[in-house]
């Protein structure tokens, strides 16, 4: 007989919501909507410690070198070399290649084996406003202009595009409506926040000398402050206008660094939520900069996480050219060392999109008027990059900073790579990765294909007001990897259907997890006939949407699928 793996729960109002809400908004563990137990249980070894390394070569003259292979390549961290797991070739506008092999149970790295495909005809193309780190309308108006000349002019018929003001007051999910995205952009200016924070008039300081003085990094960035409180609150003791100068100077740092990182929160949200989509993928951060020092390990994060998921971070500088002059509002008390200061912000400002889109295979743009040009390079100039993951030999999540270096056997080869990252602070389990990858697909705007899924439904009605909902997922398993051991075929596979009202408010859901433990017999079924699942809800009678993720725990891959029912 065929084999077919159904798996009924049923789920009464009330019993499982409160903790599926709270397990899909914080990513905790919820044992209780997993499986009964009955299941075989088993482990199997997946790494969830890998680094990813963007690197592009290219000659003495600066074009692309595009023959490397694997053997070509030696990677180190901390002085040690490591060998690659996965090693990829991406080409954008003209071809594009993946490879893909392991060194694990998966099978042995082959350097010669290519998997070439056409490129998908997706550009997927996200805008990001950045109005967290108080850029001015001056600067922000000729950014949001160059966003809506560039989609009514230049965009491309497949092109899928996506606004996102990073203080979080719009967001365009991806849209091929490009009729819509040209009005869209035209409202942008209205979606930002450009109040800036609470700052005190005297004395005036910039976020890098309030910087400097929280650290007690610059001791003329202090005088300097000291020096224009006394003069405009006439206050005589240094003393007492240290501590002015000092408290507002932390009250000041504290509030940039805390915009700073809501904006390197957003970049991260929104590279982790586009990791499944089929295509090209770039975000191109329209930003004038800030300070980084404080966050390195934040700005890591937001390049991990770009790295993992495939997409290329390019960078616009709005602030365009720009000069280090005090203009005629501002005092003109602190001479050369209040020069020096906003020379050093200008320049420092710039660090960390230069970082941003150097460590994921972008470009920066800045230094130049004229932005609509540069978004217009962006996008259409031809991107190459080879893409080398790794496991961390880093044996605990330590937080320090660890180096990496990349060697290439070609003479007059110039490589192009990150430089190292920081460990996170703690380790990231199994569980919280899959966690992760499923609250992804439940933020995604659109569905994810990596899993073919089909959901199908029926109710009926048991008491006045009350209907059975069931709902059946049905999962394909071509193509999907399992690891061989003990002469097993394993995985797991998470599956999670989630039931919201007309108004978008969570009524139910489940979230299960299926170990398979197959034999040869029954490897070859579930390839035949695929995976089925059943979940069943108590609803009133309503309009609803279902949506239902599945991942599977091997190579991590994605499904999602949502569909609108009426029950009545």
């Known amino acids: 007989m065929p084999l077919v793996l159904i798996l009924c729960v049923r789920s009464p109002v009330g019993l499982l919501s409160r903790a599926l809400a709270e397990d899909l908004k914080r990513g905790r563990a919820d044992k209780r909507a997993q499986t009964d137990g009955k299941e075989p249980e088993f482990t199997f070894k997946v790494p969830v410690n890998a680094v990813a390394v ?88 000729p950014a949001i202009k160059a966003i809506e000349q560039f989609v009514t002019a230049s965009m491309q018929p497949s ?67 000291i020096a224009e409180a006394m003069t405009c609150t006439r206050i005589e003791d240094p003393k007492i206008a240290e501590r002015l100068v000092r408290s507002s100077a932390l009250a000041q740092f504290e509030e940039s660094q805390f915009r ?173 990765r899959s966690k992760q990858d499923l609250l992804e697909a439940f933020q995604s705007t659109v569905e994810l294909n990596e899993i073919p899924i089909q959901l199908s439904y029926e109710y009926l009605r048991v008491e006045a007001g009350s209907y059975e909902l069931s709902l059946e997922a049905r999962v394909s398993m071509v193509g999907m990897p399992f690891v061989d051991e003990d002469q097993r075929h394993k995985n797991a596979i998470d599956l999670v259907v989630v039931v919201f009202d007309e108004n978008d408010r969570y009524v139910d859901g489940l979230r299960k997890t299926i170990a398979l433990n197959l034999t040869e017999a029954g490897y070859a079924a579930i390839n035949r006939h695929g995976l089925r699942s059943k979940v069943e809800f108590r609803v009133p009678p309503g309009q609803y949407r279902i949506k239902a993720a599945v991942r599977e725990s091997v190579r991590q891959r994605l499904g999602s699928l949502q569909k609108t029912i009426h029950v009545r």
Request: hydrophobic share 35%; net charge negative; glycine share 8%.
């Open 54 to 141: 963007s690197v592009k070569a290219t000659d003495a003259d600066g074009n692309p070198v595009r023959d490397l292979t694997v053997t070509d390549f030696r990677l180190y961290e901390d002085g040690k070399i490591q060998s690659i797991q996965t090693f990829g070739i991406e080409f954008y506008k003209k071809a594009n290649f993946k490879i893909e092999a392991s060194q694990t149970s998966l099978g042995p790295l082959d350097a010669s084996s290519k998997d070439a495909s056409a490129i998908p005809p997706n550009r997927f193309i996200k805008f990001v406003i950045d109005d967290l780190t108080e850029p001015s309308p001056q600067e922000i108006l």
């Open 260 to 432: 700073n990182r809501n904006l390197l929160h957003t970049l991260e949200q929104h590279a982790r939520a586009m990791k499944h989509l089929d295509g090209t993928k770039m975000m191109i951060l329209l930003s004038g900069g800030f300070l980084s020092h404080e966050i390195l390990p934040e700005l890591q994060i937001v390049i991990d996480a770009a790295l993992r998921c495939g997409v290329v971070i390019h960078t616009l500088d709005i602030r365009g050219l720009y000069t280090t002059n005090m203009s005629a509002s501002e005092p003109d008390g602190g001479g050369n060392a209040k020069l020096s200061m906003r020379s050093n912000e200008m320049s420092l400002n710039q660090d960390p999109l230069n970082q941003l889109a150097g460590e994921t295979g972008g470009a920066f743009f800045h230094n130049n008027n004229d932005l609509f040009a540069g978004i217009t390079q962006i996008v259409e100039g031809e991107s190459h990059r080879y893409i080398l993951t790794y496991s961390s030999p880093a044996p605990q999540a330590d937080g320090r900073y660890h180096k990496i270096k990349v060697e290439v056997d070609r003479r007059g080869t110039k490589l192009g790579y990150r430089k190292g990252y920081y460990a996170p602070q703690e380790q990231v389990t199994y569980e919280r």
């Open 159 to 225: 092109d899928q595009l996506s606004f996102v003001v990073a203080s979080g007051t719009y967001e365009l999910p991806f849209t091929g409506d490009h009729r819509a995205g040209i009005e869209k952009a035209g409202e942008l200016y209205k979606k930002v926040m450009l109040k800036g924070g609470r700052r005190r008039d005297c004395p005036p300081l910039s976020n890098y000398q309030a910087q400097m003085i929280s650290t007690d990094r610059d001791p003329a960035a202090l005088a300097v402050a």
